[in-house]
């Protein structure tokens, strides 16, 4: 997750200049240093031998919501939704790519836990169908996928 993350920082840079850009854009790069935020936990979590000590751990960072709410409970939310505001930005080009990453964020809302999984396969299978069409467009064809 962390490699994932860090290797998006450079395509931020290359999202298309549209005024969705100015909210999508911020909320990424917040929603990416949060993400950060979280692998820096589950580091210190992978590090602890003692199972004691890692549950006073857990149970200390839990009750410290400073530390448990942005990172643990909100940063994947808020990245899964800078995700969205840049998805947003090939809406001319490409709609089912956007529909793809929709429901892909929709799916990582949803409220009874674990669907992380099949959410981002939806929203990279979403990115892949706006880059390609991104890429089309640029070149002048009309190929459709």
């Known amino acids: 997750m962390l490699i994932g993350v860090l290797l998006l920082i450079p395509q931020i840079g290359n999202f298309p200049k549209t005024k969705l850009n100015l909210i999508g854009t911020p909320v990424l790069v917040i929603g990416i240093g949060l993400i950060i935020g979280m692998c820096v936990l589950d580091f210190v979590f992978w590090s602890i031998k003692s199972s004691e000590f890692k549950s006073e751990v857990a149970t200390h960072l839990i009750n410290t ?60 299978l979403g990115f892949y169908i706006n880059f390609y069409r991104q890429s089309l467009s640029q070149n002048g064809s009309k190929q459709e996928i």
């Open 65 to 124: 919501p400073a530390i448990w709410t942005p990172f643990m409970e909100v940063g994947g939310k808020v990245f899964t939704f800078g995700l969205l505001m840049s998805s947003c930005n090939y809406f001319k080009q490409s709609k089912l790519g956007v529909l793809l990453v929709l429901i892909g964020t929709a799916v990582i809302y949803l409220p009874w836990g674990w669907d992380n999984i099949p959410g981002y396969l939806f929203i990279t």
